[in-house]
């Protein structure tokens, strides 16, 4: 018989070393193009102490309703982002990065435990979740719904599993905290609702009442849940948002919203992870099981509609499909400690290799992203005005130039009615060059192609040739452009 002590570390070497794993392959360098603006209006927000009604860069009109989702929905997201960001850098930002991720699947595997799963679906449903989750490290405020929503099914675990109540109590304290945070609050607030209705209609089955004292206290939670998100700033305006945002013609223009099957081969973890739950389906058959099956067959629909959705699914469906899997596969007998010793060296081996290949435990920024050495130019020789630029730079040029030069374009797209003009003056159509002609821009700073389609952007050609602009800066990133003196 194994000694105790050497069960215990069977059990949790193996977690430990994968988790390092990850939270080394989650620390790469900064590479979201929107990380900046949200630095930039954390920033603002601390200084002012106020959420902004009006875009505090001067940029936009964003009196539409996405314009004020994005200002108000993801303030505390922002602030705390800046406050990594303000006493440690980009170090602290990586890290507060992979800090998340890494406790998002850390909850995964004691959602695991809570249900009782065999250490081998325990082991593979984790190390599956965290691959499918390992292209979405962008900085921004979605990671705190990636954490939120983790915690809150953490907690509703907690109360199926022992029946007491005070896991509940946490629920609309981490409804407040998201609903000031970021807008996947909305996705928390339907899960939670399915959750919900599941719940109550395996009580019904049970008691064959609706009306039974745990549906009356999970309705109070449910309550109260969705009070703390009516009371975030500007709810009304970030269902608008959405709405517009699942609208053909906005998701055509953003990546993040393409079909998971559009991004072969960067899903293929994602469709491993999908293809995990078709088999595990016929483990959800049983009353006892009713309300994670209405979640997890939801949420698994919902993440076909888009990449943004991927880690919302993984993270809230590993832990039942692995336990379904667990049930419905349990005469695959594979002792503990062979999954253990298993997965510790399969997981020693990507360690090792990431090591080898300097990808994990990275710093700074991938500053090929960022038209870093343009800013210094800019910088050193003390140039201001307006400026024409593309939207992936605009974010980095707003964190550094504001105030002194006033951006054209940036990620927050905080007034849709920008887009329209951006397009034609980048791609100069004989109305983009009257647009160009009448915004009286000072300067231009454009990429020298698309980096999805390696075009050349028409601007180029145009002001190369203009009497009235001039090079004035040029590398491997793109152009500068300065009005002169000429007509």
């Given at each position: 018989?194994?000694?105790?002590?050497?069960?215990?570390?069977?059990?949790?070497?193996?977690?430990?070393?994968?988790l390092?794993?990850?939270?080394?392959?989650?620390?790469?360098?900064?590479?979201?193009i929107?990380?900046?603006?949200?630095?930039?209006?954390g920033?603002?927000?601390?200084d002012?102490?106020?959420i902004?009604?009006?875009?505090p860069?001067?940029?936009?009109?964003?009196a539409?309703?996405?314009?004020?989702?994005?200002?108000?929905?993801?303030?505390?997201?922002?602030?705390?982002?800046?406050?990594?960001y303000?006493?440690?850098?980009?170090?602290g930002?990586?890290?507060?990065?992979?800090?998340?991720?890494?406790?998002c699947?850390?909850?995964?595997?004691?959602?695991?435990?809570i249900?009782?799963?065999?250490r081998?679906?325990s082991l593979?449903i984790l190390?599956?979740t965290?691959l499918?989750?390992?292209?979405?490290t962008?900085?921004r405020?979605?990671?705190?719904?990636?954490?939120?929503?983790?915690?809150?099914f953490?907690l509703?675990d907690?109360?199926?599993?022992?029946a007491?109540?005070?896991?509940?109590y946490?629920?609309?304290?981490i409804?407040?905290?998201?609903?000031?945070?970021?807008?996947?609050?909305?996705?928390?607030?339907g899960?939670l609702?399915?959750?919900?209705?599941?719940y109550?209609?395996?009580?019904?089955?049970a008691a064959?009442?609706?009306?039974?004292?745990?549906n009356r206290?999970?309705?109070?939670?449910?309550?109260?849940?969705i009070a703390?998100?009516?009371?975030?700033?500007s709810?009304?305006?970030?269902f608008?948002?959405?709405?517009?945002h699942?609208?053909?013609?906005?998701r055509?223009?953003?990546?993040?919203?393409?079909?998971?099957?559009?991004?072969?081969?960067?899903?293929i973890?994602?469709?491993?992870?999908?293809?995990?739950?078709?088999?595990?389906l016929p483990?959800?058959?049983?009353?006892?099981?009713?309300?994670?099956?209405?979640v997890?067959c939801?949420?698994?629909?919902?993440?076909?509609?888009?990449?943004r959705?991927?880690?919302?699914?993984?993270?809230?469906?590993?832990?039942?499909?692995?336990?379904?899997l667990?049930?419905?596969?349990?005469r695959a007998?594979?002792?503990?400690?062979?999954?253990?010793?298993?997965?510790?060296?399969?997981?020693l081996y990507?360690?090792?290799?990431?090591?080898?290949?300097?990808?994990?435990?990275?710093?700074?920024a991938?500053?090929?992203?960022?038209?870093?050495?343009?800013?210094?130019?800019?910088?050193?020789?003390h140039l201001?005005?307006?400026?024409f630029?593309?939207?992936?730079?605009?974010?980095?040029?707003?964190?550094?130039?504001?105030?002194?030069?006033?951006?054209?374009?940036?990620?927050r797209?905080?007034?849709?009615?920008r887009?329209?003009?951006?397009?034609?003056?980048?791609?100069?159509?004989?109305?983009g060059?009257r647009?160009?002609?009448?915004?009286?821009?000072?300067?231009?700073?454009?990429?020298?192609?698309?980096?999805?389609?390696?075009?050349?952007y028409?601007?180029?050609?145009?002001?190369?040739?203009h009497?009235?602009?001039k090079?004035?800066?040029?590398d491997?990133?793109?152009?500068?452009?300065?009005?002169?003196?000429a007509?």
């Amino acid at each position: 018989m194994i000694n105790p002590r050497i069960q215990r570390l069977l059990e949790y070497s193996p977690i430990a070393a994968l988790l390092t794993t990850f939270f080394g392959f989650f620390s790469v360098k900064v590479w979201d193009i929107d990380f900046w603006w949200h630095i930039a209006a954390g920033k603002t927000i601390l200084d002012n102490g106020v959420i902004p009604s009006q875009d505090p860069f001067g940029i936009y009109n964003a009196a539409n309703s996405c314009g004020q989702t994005v200002l108000k929905s993801e303030w505390l997201g922002q602030v705390f982002l800046y406050l990594a960001y303000r006493f440690f850098e980009l170090d602290g930002i990586i890290f507060l990065r992979a800090a998340v991720l890494t406790a998002c699947l850390g909850i995964v595997y004691w959602r695991c435990r809570i249900a009782e799963t065999k250490r081998l679906f325990s082991l593979s449903i984790l190390a599956l979740t965290g691959l499918a989750i390992l292209f979405h490290t962008g900085e921004r405020p979605q990671l705190f719904s990636f954490l939120y929503l983790s915690l809150v099914f953490l907690l509703l675990d907690m109360h199926l599993q022992t029946a007491r109540r005070w896991p509940l109590y946490l629920v609309p304290l981490i409804f407040l905290l998201w609903a000031n945070s970021h807008g996947g609050v909305v996705f928390g607030v339907g899960v939670l609702g399915l959750f919900c209705m599941g719940y109550f209609l395996e009580n019904r089955l049970a008691a064959g009442s609706f009306n039974t004292p745990q549906n009356r206290f999970m309705l109070a939670v449910m309550g109260l849940s969705i009070a703390a998100f009516l009371l975030a700033p500007s709810v009304l305006d970030t269902f608008k948002c959405i709405a517009l945002h699942e609208t053909g013609s906005i998701r055509e223009r953003e990546s993040e919203y393409a079909t998971p099957w559009a991004l072969w081969p960067l899903t293929i973890y994602y469709w491993i992870f999908f293809a995990a739950f078709l088999v595990s389906l016929p483990g959800f058959f049983g009353r006892a099981y009713l309300k994670q099956a209405i979640v997890v067959c939801t949420v698994a629909a919902f993440s076909l509609t888009g990449y943004r959705y991927i880690p919302l699914f993984a993270l809230l469906a590993a832990p039942y499909i692995a336990a379904s899997l667990s049930r419905m596969l349990w005469r695959a007998w594979l002792p503990d400690t062979t999954a253990s010793l298993a997965a510790l060296a399969i997981t020693l081996y990507f360690l090792t290799y990431g090591f080898k290949q300097d990808r994990i435990f990275q710093h700074g920024a991938l500053e090929a992203r960022y038209p870093v050495a343009e800013v210094a130019f800019i910088k050193a020789k003390h140039l201001s005005g307006r400026m024409f630029n593309t939207m992936n730079w605009g974010g980095y040029l707003l964190w550094n130039l504001s105030p002194t030069v006033t951006i054209f374009m940036d990620g927050r797209m905080l007034d849709r009615n920008r887009v329209a003009p951006y397009t034609h003056m980048l791609w100069m159509t004989p109305d983009g060059q009257r647009l160009f002609e009448r915004e009286s821009f000072d300067l231009v700073l454009v990429p020298h192609r698309n980096s999805f389609t390696g075009e050349s952007y028409p601007i180029i050609s145009y002001l190369l040739k203009h009497p009235a602009w001039k090079a004035i800066y040029q590398d491997k990133a793109g152009y500068l452009f300065a009005r002169t003196n000429a007509s």
